[in-house]
């Protein structure tokens, strides 16, 4: 893939507030605790809250091409401002707080420039060292799919699908666009399990999955992007996203994250309040033994209610929560065993290149490797190919 793509600095979940956050991973990261969480926002009675893109013609068509989705986005000048007003809000007001902290920050956001590179680095290391246990859980198979799962792809690739009928395939809960469905069978996720069990014993090095989750692993180093997620995220995924999510790019998620994430007792054991730097994300739960550990989900955090509304929802082994990424969500505590989690942040750059959804501005874009954080260049011609700084991975 290109080298030319769009980079925005935001990359991975940011903490939940208001439009102060910057991003994904918080281009704003050293202050994500102060400014991207959420302490202003009443969480559910059992959650407890933690730190954590020849001639004119040719050369038109070869940047559509190449313009899968990118990167991030980065404001010097719009980051500090909003991390001021954020920490002022939160009460840090001496000018050696604020100094001590604007410099945490910039720290911060250097360090998280050097991700990308960062992990370019561990998936060569990855691929040329690392002995697989399970191969065959690199290349997608149907066989790999729950049967319900595949009846409701097929049924959305028909020409008489509509919304009400996919509706039948899937579990609804409340208002908030959560839907509950069928994705692997038990016989694949008992082999990924072990394979990412396989690589987690190994002396491979890795990355952390997100700004927020301490233990899991990043998909695309280990290798499963192009022939795995990929594939599932286009062939699968997206005729479903059709028709549950149109206004939010559904029928054009062009690029994604995907990563798995692992709850244990003595490792994480829930996640904070927050939202995805993704237009829809798909939530997996492969196992394997555990005890509570629910998700809860809030206000759409475009559209805040003065009490917000919690609900919890099970996690079942094998099925997947789909919801928008802009939906405030978390994980309570689990109380036993150990919980490994599938998840892909779909990106839509028709909807992302308009409006940053992590800093509600319109992107400015850096050059970045391989989907960056979604954003892509507009085809004019001439027209330097940049990137998005408004995240970091």
Same mark, same amino acid.
């Given at each position: 893939?290109?080298?030319?793509?769009?980079?925005?600095?935001?990359?991975?979940?940011?903490?939940?507030?208001?439009?102060?956050?910057?991003?994904?991973?918080?281009?704003? &990261?050293?202050?994500?605790?102060?400014?991207?969480? &959420?302490?202003?926002?009443?969480?559910?009675?059992?959650?407890?809250?933690?730190?954590?893109?020849?001639?004119?013609?040719?050369?038109?068509?070869?940047?559509?091409?190449?313009? &899968?989705?990118?990167?991030?986005?980065?404001?010097?000048?719009?980051?500090?401002?909003?991390?001021?007003?954020?920490?002022?809000?939160?009460?840090?007001?001496?000018?050696? #707080?604020?100094?001590?902290?604007?410099?945490?920050?910039?720290?911060?956001?250097?360090?998280?420039?050097?991700?990308?590179?960062?992990? &370019?680095?561990?998936?060569?290391?990855?691929?040329?060292?690392?002995?697989?246990?399970?191969?065959?859980?690199?290349?997608?198979?149907?066989?790999?799919?729950?049967?319900?799962?595949? =009846?409701?792809?097929?049924?959305?690739?028909?020409? =008489?699908?509509?919304?009400?009928?996919?509706?039948?395939?899937?579990?609804?809960?409340?208002?908030?666009?959560?839907?509950?469905?069928?994705?692997?069978?038990?016989?694949?996720?008992?082999?990924?399990?072990?394979?990412?069990?396989?690589?987690?014993?190994?002396?491979?090095?890795?990355?952390?999955?997100?700004?927020?989750?301490?233990?899991?692993?990043?998909?695309?180093?280990?290798g499963m992007d192009e022939n795995f997620i990929t594939p599932l995220r286009e062939k699968y995924?997206?005729?479903?996203?059709?028709?549950?999510?149109? =206004?939010?790019?559904?029928?054009?998620?062009?690029?994604? +994250?995907?990563?798995?994430? +692992?709850?244990?007792?003595?490792?994480?054991?829930?996640?904070?309040?927050?939202?995805?730097?993704?237009?829809?994300?798909?939530?997996?739960?492969?196992? +394997?033994?555990?005890?509570?550990?629910?998700?809860?989900?809030?206000?759409?955090?475009?559209?805040?209610?003065?009490?917000?509304?919690?609900?919890?929802?099970?996690?079942?082994?094998?099925?997947?929560?789909?919801?928008?990424?802009?939906?405030?969500?978390?994980?309570?505590?689990i109380a036993s065993g150990e919980r490994w989690n599938l998840i892909i942040w779909m990106r839509?750059?028709?909807?992302?290149?308009?409006?940053?959804?992590?800093?509600?501005?319109?992107? #400015?874009?850096?050059?970045?490797?391989?989907?960056? =954080?979604?954003?892509?260049?507009?085809? #004019?011609?001439?027209?330097?190919?940049?990137?998005?700084?408004?995240?970091?991975?």
């Amino acid at each position: 893939m290109s080298s030319n793509l769009l980079l925005g600095t935001h990359g991975s979940a940011a903490t939940t507030t208001s439009s102060s956050a910057t991003c994904s991973e918080d281009s704003m &990261a050293a202050v994500g605790a102060r400014a991207g969480r &959420a302490p202003d926002t009443p969480l559910p009675p059992r959650a407890r809250p933690r730190t954590e893109g020849g001639g004119a013609a040719t050369r038109r068509r070869d940047r559509l091409q190449r313009a &899968a989705p990118s990167v991030r986005a980065w404001k010097r000048g719009q980051r500090l401002a909003v991390a001021v007003r954020a920490l002022r809000e939160r009460g840090c007001g001496s000018e050696e #707080q604020m100094a001590a902290v604007l410099r945490e920050i910039e720290a911060e956001v250097q360090r998280r420039k050097q991700l990308v590179h960062q992990s &370019a680095e561990r998936k060569a290391i990855i691929s040329q060292c690392y002995k697989r246990k399970h191969s065959e859980v690199y290349t997608l198979q149907d066989s790999f799919l729950a049967p319900d799962f595949l =009846d409701m792809v097929r049924y959305c690739i028909s020409p =008489d699908a509509n919304l009400h009928g996919l509706l039948r395939y899937t579990e609804s809960f409340s208002d908030k666009r959560i839907y509950r469905l069928p994705v692997f069978t038990e016989e694949f996720c008992q082999a990924f399990i072990e394979e990412l069990e396989n690589f987690e014993q190994s002396d491979m090095p890795r990355g952390r999955p997100n700004s927020m989750n301490n233990y899991g692993v990043l998909l695309n180093e280990l290798g499963m992007d192009e022939n795995f997620i990929t594939p599932l995220r286009e062939k699968y995924l997206r005729p479903i996203t059709a028709l549950l999510y149109p =206004d939010l790019g559904g029928a054009c998620l062009d690029s994604h +994250k995907a990563f798995v994430v +692992k709850y244990s007792l003595h490792e994480d054991l829930d996640l904070s309040s927050h939202y995805d730097n993704a237009e829809v994300t798909l939530n997996v739960s492969l196992g +394997k033994d555990f005890t509570e550990g629910n998700l809860y989900f809030g206000d759409f955090r475009q559209d805040p209610s003065p009490v917000p509304n919690y609900i919890e929802v099970e996690h079942v082994r094998t099925q997947g929560l789909l919801h928008r990424g802009g939906q405030i969500h978390g994980a309570l505590p689990i109380a036993s065993g150990e919980r490994w989690n599938l998840i892909i942040w779909m990106r839509s750059s028709a909807i992302r290149n308009q409006l940053c959804p992590m800093c509600n501005q319109k992107p #400015q874009l850096v050059e970045a490797e391989g989907f960056g =954080d979604g954003f892509t260049e507009t085809c #004019q011609e001439d027209v330097p190919e940049t990137v998005d700084l408004c995240s970091v991975w």
